[in-house]
């Protein structure tokens, strides 16, 4: 995973201090994602650098933060609506790499989705150097009594051309590009590493403030890596444990037997809680599934009042089975984080109502957060079921 700073080099230089001012008070992502691009653009090599492409790379360095984990960029955020306009209408697939919706929308002729990127452009590239010219801004104002901050734009755009600051970059709107100051192209490149930790540190900030109450938030704003998903333990463990009890399918009911597992696929771990929203491999929010299933349920909360007291009790079964397994003890201690001394359950009522208790105090706030967050609700289809 990549590593997030909040200091940026060389703090007293005038390229320092003009980053932190660029960024802050930030009341949308866009500033942050605009700037994210052009530094992309740089470490490519470019200086003079297509408006298009850079706002492509804005799209794609926040589409799985917002498509594959759900995470609001806030009510009014317009690069969050623009995202969501490319999976729900022109239907672009929530697992497309960043490098694919980049194409995508290069090569796009969908009205819309030009007008959604224009509207981006209008505001964005001047808001960005905005604070290079503070001092011209209280010179106009002072002259112009009448000035509102719709003019800000043109005025911005006026004294960019001049080339008489040396601004972050010079605009061209006409040829749809910009060209990125000599010295400022040096400071990026040299501390590439650096400033883009600092800035996904500022990204992390904006999308936490945004999103308090989800969990691994530093960690969602960057594509999912294979090893993440790594579900090898689990799957030993249900193996074992099956050695030593009747394990069953918990949203069809079916055994995994040659005839079922022929007709439905071979068996798979299904995340209970969907794996993008608590981005963890613990063995309590895990349970065996057939493939066709798992994959009918992909990324959505299974309805809570008909799965989740079924989902305990095969979890309180499959506990009181691995504790007898001495290469599951590793393993185990994931149910460490349900309850502090729930190794001292055994297999009494009382120990099944306390593990279910507890269980179910980590499951519901973990699913209500999840729902608020925009996740869909599912049951298992009917054809897969016992009599189906």
């Not at 194409?103 to 604070?131: A, G, H």
């Not at 040829?175 to 500022?202: C, F, H, P």
Request: aromatic share 12%.
């Amino acid at each position: 995973m990549q590593q997030l700073n909040s200091v940026l080099p060389q703090e007293d230089t005038f390229e320092s201090r003009y980053l932190e001012r660029m960024v802050s008070h930030t009341t949308a992502s866009y500033k942050l994602y605009w700037l994210q691009g052009i530094l992309q653009e740089v470490i490519q090599g470019h200086r003079v650098i297509p408006l298009s492409s850079i706002t492509a790379r804005m799209v794609s360095s926040a589409w799985f933060p917002v498509i594959y984990y759900h995470l609001s960029f806030g009510h009014s955020d317009s690069l969050g609506d623009l995202i969501t306009y490319l999976n729900h209408d022109l239907h672009v697939d929530r697992e497309t790499r960043e490098a694919d919706v980049q194409k995508y929308i290069l090569s796009s002729e969908d009205q819309n989705l030009k007008k959604q990127m224009n509207d981006l452009l209008r505001y964005v590239p001047t808001r960005l150097i905005r604070p290079f010219y503070e001092d011209q801004f209280k010179e106009y104002k002072n002259i112009h009594p009448e000035f509102k901050e719709g003019m800000t734009g043109d005025l911005i755009l006026n004294w960019n051309a001049s080339s008489e600051i040396d601004a972050l970059y010079v605009l061209d709107p006409k040829q749809g590009i910009l060209t990125v100051n000599e010295s400022w192209y040096d400071y990026l490149r040299i501390n590439q590493a650096v400033i883009m930790g600092w800035l996904n540190y500022k990204i992390v900030q904006y999308v936490q403030k945004h999103n308090p109450s989800v969990p691994a938030v530093s960690s969602k704003i960057f594509a999912p890596e294979p090893k993440d998903r790594n579900l090898g333990k689990a799957l030993k463990y249900w193996n074992l444990v099956s050695e030593k009890t009747d394990i069953q399918d918990l949203y069809t009911h079916r055994p995994f037997d040659e005839a079922d597992l022929s007709q439905l696929g071979t068996v798979s771990i299904d995340h209970f809680i969907p794996w993008s929203f608590v981005l963890h491999n613990e063995i309590w929010d895990l349970v065996p599934s057939f493939q066709k299933v798992n994959s009918s349920k992909s990324d959505r909360l299974p309805d809570l009042n008909r799965y989740l007291d079924q989902f305990c009790d095969l979890q309180y079964r499959a506990f009181v089975q691995a504790k007898k397994i001495d290469e599951l003890k590793g393993t185990m201690e994931d149910y460490l984080n349900v309850k502090e001394d729930i190794m001292l359950m055994d297999d009494s009522d009382n120990s099944h109502t306390a593990f279910t208790s507890a269980l179910k105090h980590t499951i519901e706030p973990l699913y209500q957060i999840a729902l608020n967050q925009g996740y869909d609700t599912w049951q298992c289809d009917q054809k897969y079921e016992i009599g189906g």
